[in-house]
C-alpha cells in the first residue's frame, strides 16, 4: 500500500525547510527538498524520451538510439535515489523509503499522468524501486531500482552506508550498455559479504538475461569490491551459467567471509530428467577465486557435474587413479551423443555409490563416487564394468 504525500514527507523527507529526521546541521545543508523534485522531473523527462522510441520487429535488438536513452534514464534514476537519500534520516525504515520513492518516482499502475498501461512492453514502460537493510551491514542500505525493457527488465544496485550522520553511495552496480536485450539485469540479485578482519567485503550480483521467448536463460555473476569512485567498483570475477526459470525464487546467491555461492535450477545430462540442481562454491581470498566442495546436492548430480565440467575443475573432484582423466575425456566427448542418462545408483562398501549410465555406443559406464552432501564428494573410478561389491540398492535416480 502507498503512503499519502503528506505521510511521506513526515517519514522520509521531514517537513518543509526542515533538516532531515535524524540527522544532523551538516547533513541538512546536503538535503534540498526541491532537487529532489527537479530530479523526479528529470527522470520522468528521460523516460518519456525512451519510450518514443518504437520496438524493434523482433523485440530483441536495441538499437543505438534506444540504447543511449536507456543508460539515460538510469542515470537518471541513480540521480533521484541519491537526491532522496540525501534526505532520508539516518533512521529510516527502509519500507519507508522505498514507499516514499515509488511515490515521487515509481511508475507501476499507469496513474502517472503519462497513459502508459502497465502491460505495455515498450523500453521504460515500468519503473521501479525497493529498499533494503544489508545483512551484516548494520550502517548500509541497499537501493535496487528497476526499468522495463522490452521483453524483460534491468535493475541496477547502489549501495549506501550511514557516515556521519548521512547517506554515502559507496558502491554502484549496473549492467554495461547493450544492444540486445539480454544485456539487462533482470530479477537481479545480490549478496553483500561480511566485513573481515580489515574491515574489507565484497558484493556478488547475479541477474537472468532477458529474452522474448524460452525458460532457459543466461545466468551471468559477477564480484566487486568499493572501487575509486561508487561507480567504478572493481570487478575481480566474472561467470556465466545457463539457468532454467521454471521458479525464478529457486535462485540463491550468498556472500561470506571468504566464499561466494550460488544454488540455481539448470540442465541435466539425463533426458528423463531435464532439470537438476546446479551448485557453485567459491573461495574468495582478495582477488582469487577458486571453485571448491560443495559441488552437487547429491550423489547422482555430483556424477552429472563432474561429466559436464571441464577437466581442469573436475581433477580436483577426483582420486589418484590416472585413467580418470581418459575417461572424462571419454565421457565429455559422448555425453551429448550416445549417453542416455543414468541408470542407476547402486550403494557399494562405506560411504560409496556406484552410478550407472547408459551409453548406445557400447557398454555401460560406472561411475564410483564416495562422500556425501555434507562432506566432499570424491569419483573415484570410472569404468566400463561394475564393481562386483557394488550389488545393493542404493538411492533412487531422480531429484
Given amino acids: ?65 534506444a540504447g543511449r536513452r536507456i543508460e539515460a534514464l538510469k542515470d537518471r534514476m541513480r540521480d533521484f535515489v541519491g537526491k532522496m537519500m540525501a534526505c532520508a534520516p539516518t533512521s529510516v525504515e527502509p519500507a519507508a523509503l522505498a514507499a516514499a520513492m515509488e511515490q515521487r518516482g515509481g511508475v507501476s499502475n499507469g496513474t502517472t499522468g503519462d497513459a502508459v498501461p502497465p502491460s ?21 542500505l541497499a537501493v535496487v531500482a ?72 543466461g545466468m551471468p555473476y559477477e564480484l566487486a569490491r568499493p572501487g575509486p569512485a561508487p561507480d567504478r567498483p572493481a570487478v575481480f570475477f566474472r561467470g556465466k551459467n545457463t539457468i532454467y526459470l521454471g521458479d525464478e525464487s529457486d535462485l540463491v546467491v550468498m556472500a561470506e567471509q571468504g566464499a561466494f555461492e550460488l544454488r540455481h535450477d539448470g540442465s541435466s545430462l539425463d533426458p ?75 550403494a557399494c562398501s562405506g560411504d560409496s555409490n556406484e552410478v550407472q549410465l547408459d551409453d548406445r555406443s557400447g557398454p555401460n559406464w560406472f561411475l564410483l563416487v564416495r562422500g556425501g552432501p555434507d562432506g566432499p564428494w570424491t569419483l573415484e573410478r570410472a569404468a566400463r564394468r561394475s564393481k562386483p561389491e557394488c550389488t545393493s540398492p542404493g538411492q533412487a535416480w531422480g531429484r
Fill in 146 to 217: 528497476t526499468l522495463r525493457i522490452r521483453c524483460g527488465s534491468d535493475s541496477m544496485l547502489m549501495l549506501y552506508a550511514r557516515e556521519g550522520g548521512r547517506w554515502r553511495e559507496t558502491m554502484v552496480r549496473r549492467s554495461q550498455p547493450y544492444s540486445e536485450v539480454r544485456g539487462g539485469w533482470q530479477d537481479l540479485r545480490f549478496s553483500v559479504s561480511p566485513p573481515d578482519f580489515e574491515d574489507g567485503w565484497f558484493v556478488a550480483t547475479v541477474s537472468t538475461t532477458p529474452w522474448c521467448t524460452s525458460a532457459w536463460q
Fill in 272 to 346: 528423463d530428467v531435464l532439470i537438476r540442481r546446479h551448485v557453485r562454491r567459491y573461495s574468495v581470498a582478495g582477488e582469487t577465486v577458486r571453485r571448491v566442495q560443495p559441488v552437487a546436492e547429491s550423489v547422482h548430480d555430483f556424477a552429472d557435474e563432474w561429466i559436464s565440467s571441464p577437466w581442469a575443475e573436475a581433477k580436483a573432484w577426483s582420486g589418484p587413479d590416472p585413467a580418470l582423466a581418459t575417461a572424462h575425456k571419454a565421457l565429455q566427448a559422448s555425453r551429448l551423443e550416445t549417453l542416455r542418462g543414468f541408470a542407476s545408483v547402486r
Fill in 120 to 140: 505495455d512492453d515498450r523500453h521504460g514502460s515500468l519503473v521501479a524501486f525497493e529498499v533494503s537493510r544489508v545483512e551484516g551491514h548494520p550502517d548500509m
Fill in 1 to 65: 500500500m502507498k503512503l499519502g504525500l503528506t505521510a511521506l514527507a513526515l517519514v522520509a523527507l521531514g517537513p518543509p525547510g526542515a533538516p532531515a529526521a535524524g540527522g544532523s546541521e551538516a547533513q541538512a545543508g546536503r538535503c534540498d527538498r526541491s532537487a529532489v523534485g527537479s530530479a523526479v522531473s528529470e527522470m520522468r523527462m528521460a523516460r518519456a524520451v525512451l519510450l518514443a522510441v518504437p520496438p524493434e520487429d523482433d523485440g530483441t535488438s536495441v538499437p543505438p538510439p
